[in-house]
């Protein structure tokens, strides 16, 4: 890796730069004059489509996004990629984020969302990396919730083998701030979606489903708990608050959400009418279906997608974000869906 003086004296490394967020961030800050790099895992195939459109020629003079190879399971790749990069700033966004895949592997969850910060944390300390640090907080880390909505102040109540990972995670964060006067912060992100959302994930899956099902490429959709709630928003606004985090004088954590709280019934009937699928639904719980205007079953709750712990109610209190920060959410809830759909209906007009 052939590291070149950045612009501005700007660098920043980004872990899970090939995801939704990573992507969003890497574009954010590039737009502001950062030299970027992001650490990915190897694999037998390519899974960067997320910044495809940004990512530069490697033998161009001036190039301001790189990638190198690295795991959050690996120390000494971790130790390399810092000494190398030397940055100002690290967004640790790698993850193994799926809830409900972490069920099914809770070892690989724990090493990689809890640990890997860890390993993170005392790379910077062992190689004297003063850089500012953000960590990937999640808003299941408050489980069943004993307060709504919820704010930095409300306590956790971990209810995934995922959220008690991150909340391994923002407790190391915390404690390297504390004990080496490090900037280390976290970020306690509701959830945020958009186009570049992974596909297993609800509302990606709500979306292109009602996008292939319009296009006559899908018979129906399944899903679990359409009763849960959650704080809904845009990726792209949510990564401009993670940077405004590390331009702060003072290393502090924030609640980052809209306020409002929204079911997946909701969503899935916001995205089935944006595809001119208007739902009517029969029956209630595990029996419950969505019957489009023609009568079909184009949504049914199948019992395999629930959880063994259920999160019902989420929903954030971003008052602290928003008078420190000036931080605003600027997509709504239908305006996310609405974009959602777009994106995919266009999916599926290439797949005919």
Known sequence: MTKSPPRNNLRALITGITGQDGSYLAELLLSKGYEVWGMVRRSSSFNTHRIDH?????????????????????????????????PNEIYNLGAQSHVKVSFEIPEYTTEVTGIGVIRLLEAMREEGIRAKFYQASSSEQFGKVCES?????????????????KVMAFHATRNYRQSYDMFAVNGIMFNH?????????????????????ASGLQACLFLGNLAATRDWGFAGDYVKA?????????PQDYVIATGESHS????CELC???????LTWEGEGLNETGLGPDGRVLVRVDPRYFRPAEVDHLVGDASKARRELGWEPTVSFAELAKMMVAADMQLARGEL
């Open 264 to 267: 997946v019934r909701e969503f």
């Open 242 to 250: 993670m940077w405004l985090m590390l331009q702060q004088d003072k």
């Open 193 to 213: 979606e958009s186009p570049r959302r992974g596909e297993t994930f609800v509302t990606r899956k709500i979306s292109r489903a009602a996008a292939r099902i």
């Open 149 to 165: 909505p919820q704010s930095e102040s409300t306590p956790f109540d971990p209810q995934s083998p995922y959220a008690v990972a």
């Open 272 to 278: 089935f009418a944006e595809a001119d699928l208007p």
């Open 54 to 86: 940004i990512y530069q020629d490697p033998h161009e003079a001036d190039v301001r996004l790189r990638l190198c190879y690295g795991d959050l399971n690996d120390a000494s790749s971790i130790n390399h990629i810092l000494r190398t990069v030397e």
